[in-house]
C-alpha cells in the first residue's frame, strides 16, 4: 500500500533537526527543533517583534540603536542614537558628536586629560571654550569689546578702535588690531608710553588745567584738571600724631562729580613721599592719590599737589622745589 505524501512541508524557519529525526511534527507542523534565530511561534512562522531579536526571538536590540535592529544578528539596522557608534552601537563617541558620532567637536573646545572634548550628544565643549570663543558649541568668537576665557575680559580702552566695523583687539589674547591712543604702548596698550610722559609733563598742569596753590594751617583747596574736579580740605594733625619729625596731614578727597568723598592722612618731604594713616608705606605714584608735603619741622604746608597717572617722581620733585618759599602761587 502506498503511503501518502504531506501536502505541506515544514517551515522554512524551523531549525535543521539532529539527523534522523524529522524537521517539523508531521501532524501538527510544529518545528522540533525550534526556529531559526529571528523567528519565533510554534511554525517558526512569526518574525520577532521590533527590537527584539536572535533565537526565539529572545533578545532585545542595543537600546542606542536608532529604530530596530537586524532580527538575527542585532545589528543596527538604521544606524546609532545621537553619541555612539559602531554595528552595535556601543560604542560613545570620543571628540565627536551626533547620530553615528558623524561631527567633529569644534577645535574650540578645551582639551581634556581623558575622555572626550565635547558631549557626544550634543556637541557642547565639556570644559568649555578655548580663550577668543564662546557659545556651548565654542563656535562664535568673542564680540567686539571682549577676549580671553569665556570672553570675559575687556578690551583696553586705549586700543585705538579704527572703525566701528573693526575689532578694536584681537579676541584670543587682546592685543589691539590697530594701536594705541597717544600716550600708551604694549600689544594690549595697557602701559603708559615714557616718552609721551616726558614730552608733556610740562604741559600736565598747564594745558590741562589749573592748579592753585594756598597755604595755611587749615586749607581749602580746589583742583581743577581735564580729568576731573577735586576739592580737598586739608587739616594739620596733632602733635602727637608726629612720626620721626614727619607730620601727618588729615585731606578729604571729594570728586564733584558725586563719586564719595575719601578720607586719606600722607606725610613726608618730596623725596620720601609716604602715604598712609602712620606714614608706614612708600608710594608707588600709580594712583590718583594727592599729596600734601611739610617739613620735618611742623612748619607750614610747602605745596599740595595732585597725582593723575601722569607725574613722575622726578616731575614732582622738580614741581615741590619751585614752590618751596612761595607763600600763595597759581600755575595756569
Not at 529525526?21 to 510544529?30: D, E, F, L, R, V
Not at 527584539?52 to 539596522?77: I, L, V
Not at 594727592?290 to 620733585?317: K, L, N
Request: include cysteine.
Amino acid at each position: 500500500m502506498p503511503t501518502r505524501k504531506c501536502k505541506q512541508g515544514c517551515s522554512k524557519n524551523c531549525k535543521e533537526p539532529s539527523e534522523g529525526s524529522n524537521k517539523c511534527n508531521p501532524h501538527t507542523g510544529m518545528c522540533t527543533s525550534g526556529c531559526k534565530s529571528g523567528f519565533s511561534g510554534p511554525s517558526c512562522e512569526d518574525e520577532c517583534l521590533p527590537r527584539k531579536f536572535g533565537e526565539a526571538c529572545s533578545h532585545t536590540c542595543n537600546k542606542n540603536c536608532d529604530k530596530d535592529c537586524h532580527k538575527q544578528t542585532g545589528a543596527c539596522r538604521y544606524g546609532c542614537n545621537a553619541g555612539y557608534r559602531g554595528s552595535f552601537c556601543n560604542t560613545s563617541c570620543v571628540d565627536t558628536y551626533g547620530k553615528n558620532c558623524a561631527r567633529n567637536c569644534s577645535e574650540n573646545c578645551r582639551s581634556t586629560l581623558a575622555g572626550s572634548r565635547c558631549d557626544g550628544k550634543t556637541g557642547a565643549c565639556t570644559l568649555g571654550c578655548n580663550p577668543g570663543y564662546q557659545t556651548l558649541l565654542c563656535e562664535e568668537a568673542c564680540s567686539d569689546g571682549t577676549y580671553g576665557e569665556n570672553c570675559e575680559r575687556a578690551c583696553s580702552a586705549h586700543c585705538h578702535n579704527a572703525s566701528e566695523a573693526d575689532r578694536r583687539c584681537n579676541p584670543v589674547y587682546g592685543s589691539c588690531n590697530h594701536g594705541c591712543v597717544s600716550g600708551y604702548i604694549g600689544i594690549r596698550c595697557d602701559r603708559k608710553d615714557p616718552q609721551f610722559l616726558k614730552d608733556n609733563k610740562e604741559s600736565v598742569l598747564g594745558e590741562i588745567g589749573k592748579t592753585v596753590i594756598i597755604y595755611g594751617t587749615n586749607t581749602m583747596m580746589v583742583i581743577v584738571i581735564g580729568v576731573g574736579i577735586f576739592l580737598l580740605i586739608v587739616t594739620p594733625m596733632d602733635d602727637e600724631d608726629e612720626i620721626d619729625g614727619c607730620a601727618e596731614m588729615e585731606i578729604l578727597e571729594y570728586e564733584i562729580d558725586g563719586e564719595t568723598p575719601e578720607l586719606r592722612t600722607v606725610c613726608g618731604n618730596p623725596h620720601d613721599l609716604r602715604v598712609g594713616r602712620r606714614c608706614g608705606a612708600s608710594h608707588d605714584f600709580n594712583s590718583s592719590f594727592v599729596y600734601h608735603v611739610t617739613d620735618s619741622s611742623r612748619q607750614e604746608p610747602q605745596a599740595e599737589i595732585i597725582d593723575i597717572d601722569v607725574v613722575a617722581r622726578g616731575f614732582v620733585e622738580s614741581f615741590l622745589s619751585n614752590f618751596t618759599n612761595t607763600e600763595s602761587d597759581t600755575i595756569t
